[in-house]
């Protein structure tokens, strides 16, 4: 049943089970119980706005609002993102923050239905990714932190990262480039998924630039000799690019997108536009791949008489886990278990399911159950920002299951998910876990020290931070 009390009443209870030394964490999961229909109708609110990189300003203002309205200090607009924010709450020792995302996938459009239906709306993005329920859980742990803190005394300061741009903006390495996380002791997030895990694993090193070919315009028929076909220069590099990929280490994946070919058959194309993204499990590989496509790119040109540039769009390292951080986060995962089915979300999961890939999904009892602690895992076979932020703070997420398990991120059956009470359900599942994290982490410095110490081993004492993306300015029109 769920417990519904006033924040005076819960404060009380509080400064009780302080003064008889008891555990403060089943009120704080109470607390987070209670407010569980207002985080909903939030997370539901950013589903429907599902702004893209650096364009949430809809997302970003209704997750400030709550810290506004809960005492926090708000500065927006940091790094150079209009977007994004910090808010922040006490002062002084330790420093910990929490992370938070909220934008969304272009073209990734579906309705909260189980069965394919595109919305007609005028949406133009999805949350395909589950960001609108990683900026709203994270939210709601903050601010129930901050209550506990209020209510205990508790000594430091708690930040919160409002971060735009996750999907392909690496809104997050602008933010450890301002040095924004340089005075943070630990920083914990999680994100969307079908299962509850604490994620000791690494992820892939990601590099991206959009290579921009200029040629001379001509009538295709009338004067072909007086082209240099742009469009031939974008080819002739990806056909050299994928002749790269027999001669580079097996785990590099590279892909791209020919974003402009011209605009009519019989015009010689002037300009032509290829957008590249390398990926490996280690930074120092994407260097080095990376050199070579330009190369690869140089060389088109030349054997085309067309030009070319590029522009760095986004970089990301490799994510570097915390143990003793993991094992504090398992622990807590564990205490607030996973997500219980009702009936009518069985029946969502079984109808969804038969839209998986293979005609159904995996079982629905996986999304109650708390996956093991592995403190070694292989990489996750994706990119993200976060993995900025790891190599600065020690750094600890989770996934919740968000989704029908069997879901894949990136699919309209997560957007359709992502706006029901499942994803509700992991979603405090998340806020829960890691607001009990970082009640372990204000009141345990033993836990702070563990965690900074497995951070100075794993990225080595010769470390020096160096941005992928290099010193460019954030890309805040890079979907153009």
Not at 16 to 34: C, F, H, N, R, Y
Not at 264 to 274: C, L, T
């Amino acid at each position: 049943m769920m417990l519904r009390f006033s924040i005076r009443t819960f404060i009380t209870l509080l400064l009780a089970a302080v003064a008889g030394g008891q555990s403060t964490k089943p009120e704080i999961m109470a607390l987070l119980d209670q407010r569980t229909p207002r985080y909903a109708a939030i997370a539901r609110d950013i589903w429907t706005y599902a702004e893209v990189g650096y364009q949430e300003y809809k997302s970003t203002a209704r997750l400030q609002e709550q810290f506004t309205a809960a005492g926090f200090e708000i500065e927006a607009g940091v790094a150079g993102m209009p977007t994004a924010f910090i808010a922040s709450y006490g002062a002084g020792e330790p420093v910990i923050g929490i992370l938070g995302e909220y934008d969304a996938l272009p073209g990734v459009l579906q309705t909260a239905s189980p069965e394919r239906e595109p919305r007609t709306d005028g949406a133009m993005a999805g949350h395909a990714c589950g960001h609108h329920l990683f900026g709203t859980g994270s939210t709601a742990a903050a601010i129930a932190v901050k209550d506990w803190m209020e209510a205990t005394g508790a000594r430091g300061t708690l930040r919160f990262y409002g971060c735009p741009a996750e999907e392909g903006g690496s809104g997050k390495v602008y933010l450890v480039r301002a040095g924004l996380f340089d005075d943070v002791d630990a920083v914990l997030h999680w994100h969307a998924g079908d299962r509850n895990a604490v994620g000791m694993g690494s992820s892939m090193a990601n590099k991206s630039a959009k290579f921009r070919f200029y040629g001379r315009a001509s009538h295709a028929a009338g004067a072909p000799e007086r082209g240099r076909s742009a469009l031939d220069g974008v080819e002739a590099f990806d056909y050299m690019a994928n002749m790269m990929r027999e001669h580079v280490p097996s785990d590099t994946r590279i892909h791209y997108v020919i974003t402009r070919g011209g605009e009519a058959p019989n015009v010689v194309p002037a300009f032509a536009e290829v957008f590249y993204y390398v990926r490996n499990p280690d930074r120092l590989v994407i260097q080095d791949v990376w050199a070579r496509l330009e190369q690869a790119a140089q060389g088109a040109a030349m054997g085309t008489d067309t030009t070319v540039e590029w522009e760095i769009i986004h970089g990301n390292y490799e994510l570097l886990p915390n143990e003793p951080l993991g094992r504090a986060m398992h622990a807590n995962l564990s205490r607030v278990g996973g997500v219980d089915y009702d009936d009518e979300e069985r029946t969502f999961a079984r109808v969804l399911g038969r839209n998986l890939p293979g005609g159904r999904s995996a079982a629905p009892e996986m999304a109650s159950q708390v996956q093991p602690f592995q403190p070694e895992t292989p990489p996750f076979p994706a990119s993200t920002d976060v993995a900025d932020v790891s190599w600065m703070v020690p750094t600890i997420g989770l996934t919740a299951a968000t989704w029908v398990p069997g879901t894949p991120g990136h699919s309209w059956q997560a957007v359709a998910a992502g706006g029901t009470s499942i994803a509700t359900k992991g979603m405090m599942v998340a806020a829960k876990t890691i607001a009990l994290t970082a009640v372990d982490l204000f009141t345990d410095p033993d836990l702070r020290t563990a965690a900074r110490e497995d951070l100075d081993r794993r990225r080595g004492a010769d470390f020096r931070y160096e941005p992928l993306l290099g010193n460019r300015p954030p890309p805040l029109d890079y979907r153009k």
